[in-house]
Structure formats: structure tokens, C-alpha cells
């Protein structure tokens, strides 16, 4: 390939290098999503974010919370869900089951449960005083004799597809769902089973803001590890990039139609401060020394690496389980509009049994909230100059192909294509940033 010239100030053409072909370790291995930019209008457009809510958020399986949080009959929480323009009651009944509803009574559309969370026999709406049992039915009408041709039965609450899956409790706001809930999170969801998720969910800590910014544009920044060594330098400076991995190459990639995962490096011979060093002696906050990689099912981790810290996992559209031995944490977003999302982290801990680790987690509480400030300020000056039209296309390395895989599925759903099923000749490579892994058999 021959260079070209660009004309400086002075009129004469100073020669410029040949555009690199770049390495594609990843991209190779999933031809279909191709190596070509990402066009900077799917930040903006209005006309994009409304075909999202139509063609994805109200098709999909959202995750909207854990069993944890209904734990006993009568306990519900609400949950609203701005892109499908919809308040969710979800309640677990007397017959142990958990179920989801339109927060919305029969008679003239009034909110139903106005509470966030609590426990209930039944929930009466405030308008009109119409009871609906646990089970979504209607209990009971006021003068109800003077309804016409009217059948209690036929007046219970809207059910939307509820349905749990390691402990998370998804809903899905179609009427008639293509697919169950196991089978839309596929390969993604089997390579899971096994994550100790109940025992670990024993103390939680969760952040939740609203970031202007595009939920994309949110999205984007925890799903690669490129930006980990510049943002990262005061919170993190030497956790997961070092002399053998300073750009944070991941370890293994796992592409499904919607879905991906990605094993992540860590430094484990860190040099921790005292304080941190207190922490460790307790547990650890993802980077451990002696990781044993029996205590996690074959698929995590998979092919066994030694410097292995986490798997991200990005369950489509919005939501983020991210493992390790001990410990996982979350994170969801949901788009309130074009450039307007709400972001909730949660960090995930088994109940503390001594005061030694009840610190080690109060440390990692500081530490996640002290990294994910650093990126929340970072995604609002983002979108703040996506809107100026400076630039109407990003190039995306080959590190960044969960960014790429993302956007593919959204502009093939958006545009009602179909999704291919991405496939690995190679099956895990193990060879890690530094070419010394092995395969787990």
C-alpha cells in the first residue's frame, strides 16, 4: 500500500504513513462483524433511539432485580421501565412463585402500587378502591352492580413474562414473547450455571444515577478494557495492566448472537497499600494471589488462566454480570432517552462472618465507587461533544470487539435482520496476553 500526502500551511504535500491493517486476534474469528468504523449518529439520533424501544427493549428479556428482594408471599417491589413506557409490579405469591404485572388498575388506568417495595396481602388501587390478590386477579369491586355485563374474571391485572434465572428475575413486556427467557439468553446463560450467585449474594452495595449520555455510549465504556490503564491510573493504577499486559488484553473471547463474554488479566503481584493490604488478608476485591480455579464451574474462566482476575459477561440489551472467585457485581442501563440513562452498579459479597470481612468488602465498596466516578465523568463529556457532528465515524480496535458485537446486534434488530450465530473454529485459545495458557479439558 502506498502512502499518501496531506498539504500543510505552506502549500507543499508532506507525506503520511500507510493506514495500519491492524492486528485482528478477535475480529478474525467473527467475520461477520467486520472491521470497519462505528458510525457516531447511533449516540444521537432520535429516529435510532425509537426504533430501540420498539424493536428491542419491548421484545427482550430485562433484567429487573434478584429473588433476594422477595424473599416471603406478599413481597413486591416496583420497577419502572421508561423505554417500554411501563411501571412493573413485580410480587412473589402464596404459592412461592414470583410474578410481574403492568403496574396498572382495570378500571380507568391508575398506577396501582404507588410504594416502591414492601409486603402486601393485596394491593388496592387509591382511585376507585379496586383490590387485586398477589396473583394479579381481582378481588374485590366497589358497587359493582352497577357495571354492566361485567365479569370480575375477565378484570385482573396485565401479566407480563416473568421468569428467574440464577436468582435474577427477568421480565420480557411482549405479549407473546418469541422465545423463554432460557432460551434467549442461549450458550450465555449454560455457561453460568454452576456460579455460586445465591451464596455470594449474601451483602450487596449498589449505586444508581442518572448520567446524560446516550445509553449506548454507557454501555460501550464497561464492555471494553482499552481504556483501563489511562482512565483507571488513580483508582487502579496497576490492577489489571502490567509489564506483561499494559494495554489490558483479554484473555479469551465468547461471542453469542446477542450476548459476549470475556475473561479479563490481573496483576496478581500487585504491591497492595497498607490499607489494601489489611483488605487481602480478609479476601480480596477481584485480584488474588491464590486463586483456585476449582472453586468455579468449567465454563468460567475457561481456559484456566493463572493471571485470570474476571469474566464480563453482557447479557443483551443493558445488563452486566461480571464474576470472580468471591465476589461479582452488576451493572444496568436503562435509557430514559437519547442522551439521558440511569445507571445502577451493585457489588455482590457472601454475608460476612467476622469483622476482618466485613472490612475487605467495605474496602471494596470504596474502591468500585471510586472507579466507576472516574467513568461516570468521563461518558458525560462524551455525549456533550457527540452531539457537536465533529466527527461522524470512530475507528474500533480489535481489543474493543464486544463494542462491535454490540452494535451489530442492535442495527440487525432494529432493522429486523436476522442475527448470525457466531461460531470459534479455534474453540479458547489459552494463550492469553502472553501465550502461555492451557485448556481446560
Known amino acids: 500500500m502506498s502512502a499518501t500526502a496531506t498539504t500543510n500551511a505552506n502549500g507543499s504535500a508532506t507525506p503520511q504513513p500507510p493506514p495500519r491493517s491492524g492486528r485482528a486476534k478477535w475480529t478474525s474469528r467473527y467475520p461477520h462483524l467486520g472491521t470497519g468504523p462505528l458510525p457516531a449518529d447511533v449516540f444521537t439520533s432520535k429516529e435510532q433511539f425509537e426504533l430501540e424501544r420498539e424493536h428491542i427493549f419491548k421484545k427482550v428479556w430485562l433484567n429487573v432485580g434478584r429473588i433476594e428482594q422477595v424473599p416471603s408471599a406478599g413481597d413486591f417491589f416496583v420497577f419502572d421501565i421508561a423505554m417500554c413506557e411501563t411501571s412493573i409490579l413485580v410480587v412473589r405469591g402464596a404459592d412461592g412463585a414470583v410474578r410481574a404485572f403492568h403496574n396498572m388498575c382495570s378500571h380507568r388506568g391508575n398506577k396501582v402500587c404507588w410504594d416502591r417495595a414492601g409486603n402486601r396481602k393485596s394491593f388496592t388501587c387509591k382511585f376507585h378502591g379496586w383490590v387485586y390478590g398477589l396473583d394479579g386477579e381481582l378481588r374485590h369491586v366497589p358497587d359493582e352492580e352497577h357495571f354492566f355485563d361485567f365479569q370480575r374474571g375477565d378484570h385482573g391485572m396485565a401479566p407480563v413474562a416473568c421468569d428467574v434465572w440464577e436468582g435474577?428475575?427477568?421480565?420480557?413486556?411482549?405479549?407473546?414473547?418469541?422465545?423463554?427467557?432460557?432460551?434467549?439468553?442461549?450458550?450465555?446463560?449454560?455457561?453460568?450455571?454452576?456460579?455460586?450467585?445465591?451464596?455470594?449474594?449474601?451483602?450487596?452495595?449498589?449505586?444508581?444515577?442518572?448520567?446524560?449520555?446516550?445509553?449506548?455510549?454507557?454501555?460501550?465504556?464497561?464492555?471494553?478494557?482499552?481504556?483501563v490503564a489511562f482512565l483507571h491510573k488513580t483508582s487502579i493504577p496497576d490492577s489489571f495492566t502490567g509489564p506483561g499486559n499494559p494495554h489490558q488484553h483479554i484473555l479469551d473471547l465468547r461471542l453469542y448472537p446477542r450476548h459476549?463474554?470475556?475473561?479479563?488479566?490481573?496483576?496478581?503481584?500487585?504491591?497492595?497499600?497498607?490499607?489494601?493490604?489489611i483488605a487481602f488478608r480478609h479476601g480480596a476485591f477481584l485480584l488474588r494471589k491464590d486463586f483456585d480455579a476449582g472453586n468455579l464451574p468449567p465454563s468460567v474462566n475457561p481456559t484456566d488462566e493463572k493471571d485470570w482476575v474476571l469474566d464480563l459477561n453482557v447479557i443483551f440489551p443493558c445488563f452486566f454480570?461480571?464474576?470472580?472467585?468471591?465476589?461479582?457485581?452488576?451493572?444496568?442501563?436503562?435509557?430514559?432517552?437519547?442522551?439521558?440513562?440511569?445507571?445502577?452498579?451493585?457489588?455482590?459479597?457472601?454475608?460476612?462472618?467476622?469483622?476482618?470481612?466485613?472490612?475487605?468488602?467495605?474496602?471494596?465498596?470504596?474502591?468500585?465507587?471510586d472507579i466507576i466516578l472516574e467513568d461516570g465523568n468521563t461518558l458525560e463529556q462524551t455525549q456533550s461533544m457527540l452531539r457537536s457532528g465533529a466527527k461522524t465515524e470512530f475507528p474500533i480496535q480489535d481489543e474493543e470487539i464486544l463494542v462491535r458485537h454490540s452494535h451489530y446486534v442492535v442495527d440487525q434488530m432494529i432493522h429486523g435482520r436476522p442475527l448470525a450465530t457466531p461460531s470459534r473454529s479455534h474453540g479458547p485459545t489459552g494463550n492469553g496476553a502472553n501465550g502461555n495458557g492451557a485448556s481446560r479439558g
Open 168 to 227: 435474577f428475575i427477568f421480565v420480557n413486556v411482549d405479549p407473546a414473547p418469541e422465545e423463554t427467557l432460557a432460551e434467549y439468553l442461549g450458550g450465555m446463560g449454560e455457561s453460568l450455571t454452576g456460579y455460586p450467585f445465591g451464596e455470594f449474594s449474601g451483602a450487596c452495595a449498589s449505586w444508581s444515577t442518572e448520567v446524560r449520555a446516550n445509553w449506548k455510549a454507557v454501555k460501550d465504556a464497561f464492555q471494553e478494557t482499552y481504556h
Open 260 to 277: 459476549g463474554s470475556a475473561s479479563l488479566w490481573g496483576n496478581a503481584e500487585i504491591q497492595p497499600s497498607p490499607a489494601a493490604a
Open 321 to 369: 454480570v461480571d464474576v470472580s472467585e468471591g465476589s461479582y457485581f452488576t451493572h444496568n442501563f436503562w435509557p430514559l432517552d437519547v442522551d439521558r440513562t440511569i445507571w445502577t452498579s451493585t457489588q455482590y459479597f457472601p454475608k460476612p462472618e467476622t469483622a476482618g470481612q466485613r472490612y475487605n468488602q467495605e474496602y471494596g465498596h470504596v474502591l468500585f465507587r
